[in-house]
């Protein structure tokens, strides 16, 4: 089954961004009918979807990150990425790179990666 | 605040059933025939359990079962075992904009 490993910086400054990307491997992410999305996890807390793109580029995203918040695709590499922006502690969370359907449940996720956000 | 209500807790001694309540609204839950629940160990990534209200992925024990009311959707665990302690979400499809809400999670303990 696809297999998702996310990587980037565990650690980032205030007001600064935050980026992750999520490679794919054992599929493709240009096969239709599947959204890419990231996730995240407040430490000792719930799940919280933050948006998906979909290997045309199309995107949607949690209306509350919306404004700081982009995901993009790198089809030849099989990736996709998060930037968000003018972070702040409260950014600090597990995020999880996840593949979904159209119907919004998450087959295939990604470990999770700690992403603090300190100066 | 999460969208879906889930209770914090719940418990049961090995062998015994339980089950988990996800209410939502009309807007979710009740709108749709799409409610998930996830399994996530400590430390680990939730995995997927019941997807689109009761079915099962492949791999996953049929001690695990779905259901829906209404707003309510409901995790039962039939033949509890210690390895299904765990923390388990419920999700619901919330339409093409909101895309997913999650429930703020249950803490099942294996007494």
Same mark, same amino acid.
């Given at each position: 089954?696809?297999?998702?490993?996310? $990587?980037?910086?565990?650690? &980032?400054?205030?007001?600064?961004? /935050?980026?992750?990307?999520?490679?794919? %491997?054992?599929?493709?992410? @240009?096969?239709?009918?599947?959204?890419?999305?990231?996730?995240?996890?407040?430490?000792?807390?719930?799940?919280?979807?933050?948006?998906?793109?979909?290997?045309?580029? $199309?995107?949607?995203?949690? &209306?509350?990150?919306?404004?700081? /918040?982009?995901?993009?695709?790198?089809? %030849?590499?099989?990736?996709? @990425?998060?930037?968000?922006?003018?972070?702040?502690?409260?950014?600090?969370?597990?995020?999880?790179?996840?593949?979904?359907?159209?119907?919004?449940?998450?087959?295939?996720?990604?470990?999770?990666?700690?992403?603090?956000?300190?100066? | 605040?999460?969208?879906?209500?889930?209770?914090?807790?719940?418990?049961?001694?090995?062998?015994?059933?339980?089950?988990?309540?996800?209410?939502?609204?009309?807007?979710?839950?009740?709108?749709?025939?799409?409610?998930?629940?996830?399994?996530?160990?400590?430390?680990?990534?939730?995995?997927?359990?019941?997807?689109?209200?009761?079915?099962?992925?492949?791999?996953?024990?049929?001690?695990?079962?779905?259901?829906?009311?209404?707003?309510?959707?409901?995790?039962?665990?039939?033949?509890?075992?210690?390895?299904?302690?765990?923390?388990?979400?419920?999700?619901?499809?919330?339409?093409?904009?909101?895309?997913?809400?999650?429930?703020?999670?249950?803490?099942?303990?294996?007494?």
């Amino acid at each position: 089954q696809v297999q998702l490993q996310e $990587s980037g910086p565990g650690l &980032v400054k205030p007001s600064q961004t /935050l980026s992750l990307t999520c490679t794919v %491997s054992s599929g493709s992410i @240009s096969v239709g009918g599947y959204f890419w999305s990231w996730l995240r996890q407040h430490p000792g807390k719930g799940l919280e979807w933050i948006g998906y793109i979909y290997y045309s580029g $199309s995107t949607n995203y949690n &209306v509350t990150l919306k404004s700081r /918040l982009t995901i993009s695709v790198d089809t %030849s590499k099989n990736q996709f @990425s998060l930037n968000l922006r003018s972070v702040t502690a409260a950014d600090t969370a597990f995020y999880y790179c996840a593949r979904s359907g159209s119907n919004g449940f998450f087959d295939n996720w990604g470990q999770g990666t700690l992403v603090t956000v300190s100066s | 605040q999460s969208a879906l209500t889930q209770p914090p807790s719940a418990s049961g001694s090995p062998g015994q059933s339980v089950t988990i309540s996800c209410t939502g609204t009309s807007s979710d839950v009740g709108g749709y025939n799409y409610v998930s629940w996830y399994q996530q160990h400590p430390g680990k990534a939730p995995k997927l359990m019941i997807y689109e209200v009761t079915k099962r992925p492949s791999g996953v024990p049929d001690r695990f079962s779905g259901s829906k009311s209404g707003n309510t959707a409901s995790l039962t665990v039939s033949g509890l075992q210690t390895e299904d302690e765990a923390e388990y979400y419920c999700n619901s499809y919330a339409g093409s904009s909101n895309f997913v809400v999650f429930g703020g999670g249950t803490k099942l303990t294996v007494l």
